[in-house]
């Protein structure tokens, strides 16, 4: 079974740039999470999908980020304009369904400069 | 209150020594509980699932007490190959759904 693919690994920007991350979750996998881990803490929900509709985005600072999953499986994660405290590693996850433990992709480790 | 805390540690034990990490959660409703483990700069990973009856994977137990509202993991006969950080995860009904929710982690450091 191919695991959670994302991309890229690594990004680099300056504060006030936009980025975008992709993530393409394991087949079948109806549920699709955003996560947020800092440094030394552990990840936070940005948001959560069911298929292609948002059913929990309370943690996601709307005002910078966006996400979007057109036809219930790719799903793409924005943030413009960045800020210094956005570095950090941005985690993609699926499930089967939501009372199942998740599979993980590798994440993007964004650093703003 | 957090909504899962854990001792962020370090924990630095001898190789095969016992180590218990604990675990609390403060909805209880929360449905289901997990033990994920993260190595450094790599992805969480599902270590075990927890269940009230409690369940055991080889070196690994993990415990549920409802009632307390605490959860524990208990490895055994430490390995060098063990040093991570492992992180504490509920999964509680929220206004959107199910989510699951992060202790900070516990780092686990085994030396020779």
């Known amino acids: 079974e191919a695991g959670v693919a994302q991309s890229p690994r690594y990004k680099i920007i300056e504060k006030r740039q936009s980025v975008a991350f992709w993530c393409n979750p394991i087949?079948?996998?109806?549920?699709l999470y955003w996560y947020q881990q800092i440094l030394g803490q552990g990840p936070k929900l940005l948001i959560q999908?069911?298929?292609?509709?948002?059913?929990?985005d309370s943690q996601l600072p709307k005002d910078r980020f966006s996400a979007e999953r057109l036809k219930g499986v790719d799903s793409t994660l924005k943030i413009q304009p960045a800020k210094l405290e956005d570095s950090a590693v941005y985690l993609c996850?699926?499930?089967?369904?939501?009372?199942?433990?998740?599979?993980f992709g590798s994440g993007t480790r964004l650093t703003v400069v | 209150r957090k909504e899962v805390e854990q001792d962020p540690g370090p924990f630095n034990v001898p190789e095969g020594a016992t180590v218990a990490f604990n675990c609390t959660y403060s909805?209880?409703?929360?449905?289901?509980f997990f033990w994920y483990r993260q190595d450094c700069r790599k992805e969480p990973k599902l270590l075990m699932s927890?269940?009230?009856s409690g369940n055991e994977d080889g070196r690994f137990t993990a415990q549920l007490n409802r009632a307390s509202q605490y959860i524990s993991l208990l490895i055994r006969d430490s390995k060098l190959s063990d040093s991570a950080t492992y992180l504490c995860?509920?999964?509680?009904?929220?206004?959107?759904?199910?989510?699951?929710?992060f202790g900070t982690g516990t780092q686990l450091k085994v030396e020779l």
């Open positions: 909805n209880s409703a929360s449905q289901s």
């Open positions: 087949s079948g996998h109806a549920t």
């Open positions: 996850a699926s499930s089967f369904s939501s009372l199942n433990g998740y599979t």
């Open positions: 927890v269940y009230s």
């Open positions: 995860v509920v999964n509680g009904l929220t206004g959107g759904g199910n989510k699951l929710t």
């Open positions: 999908f069911q298929n292609n509709g948002v059913v929990d």
